[in-house]
């Protein structure tokens, strides 16, 4: 079945450092969503893309489509330690615009 | 700030109760979903609806049972409760866009432990 993983499963930085975490999907997907769930909270919308080759920034954050729209990739510059907690990507399922399927997720943590 | 509530937040009870996680959303969105998210991983869709009177089931198999009588209103229940429910349910809302994947505003979740 279709699946989307994401490296690493986890990350430990040192407050300043860079981070990336990389999506990987099974399937070409229409678009990719991105949320972060910080710990013991719910998953909060982020970012999405449509466009193969698409990047977009928002403040530290740089998110990126693949050109073959099966990857994606979320870099932050300049870790905080507000940036702490789990980044998931998510695509639809299938032809199907409305369920979607959530990366395996890659937490942050930071060490100030 | 999503206007999506869940209760209980937390929720401990023993084996064979029957429970109903509440779902209410005040933003008058259309398409309503249950996900399932054990520690550390990812989330599951087990349940969704696009509108009043229309439930299906996700790609998790679940137990579980959902109703759509109202469009702000998404319960779900289990009829008896095992610890294999054991993990946190989480409740989202998304607005037709016209095609293009909707995001989704989530509520805070329910923490099922059953003993």
């Known amino acids: 079945g279709q699946q989307v993983m994401q490296i690493p499963q986890y990350q430990h930085v040192q407050e300043g450092e860079d981070f990336t975490t990389y999506c990987n999907s099974s399937t070409t997907l229409s678009n990719i969503q991105w949320y972060k769930q910080r710990p013991g909270g719910h998953p909060v919308f982020l970012i999405q893309?449509?466009?193969?080759?698409e990047v977009k920034k928002q403040k530290r954050l740089t998110f990126q489509f693949g050109e073959a729209k099966k990857n994606s990739s979320l870099h932050i510059t300049a870790t905080q330690t507000t940036d702490v907690g789990t980044y998931f990507c998510?695509?639809?399922?299938?032809?199907?615009?409305?369920?979607?399927?959530f990366g395996t997720g890659t937490l942050l943590a930071v060490q100030p | 700030e999503a206007d999506i509530y869940q209760t209980p937040r937390y929720l401990v009870i023993g084996t064979g109760k029957k429970i109903t996680l509440e779902c209410s959303q005040t933003m008058g969105h259309d398409k309503m979903y249950w996900y399932q998210q054990d520690p550390g991983m990812e989330l599951h869709l087990i349940h969704y609806s696009y509108g009043v009177n229309s439930t299906e089931k996700g790609d998790l198999s679940s137990e579980s049972t959902v109703s759509r009588i109202r469009t702000e209103h998404f319960p779900l229940t289990l009829e008896s409760a095992r610890p294999s429910h054991t993990s946190q349910y989480l409740c989202?809302?998304?607005?037709?866009?016209?095609?293009?994947?909707?995001?989704?505003?989530f509520g805070s979740g329910t923490q099922l432990s059953v003993l």
């Open positions: 998510a695509g639809p399922y299938g032809g199907a615009t409305n369920k979607l399927i």
């Open positions: 893309l449509v466009k193969s080759g």
């Open positions: 989202a809302s998304s607005k037709s866009s016209g095609g293009l994947t909707e995001k989704l505003f």
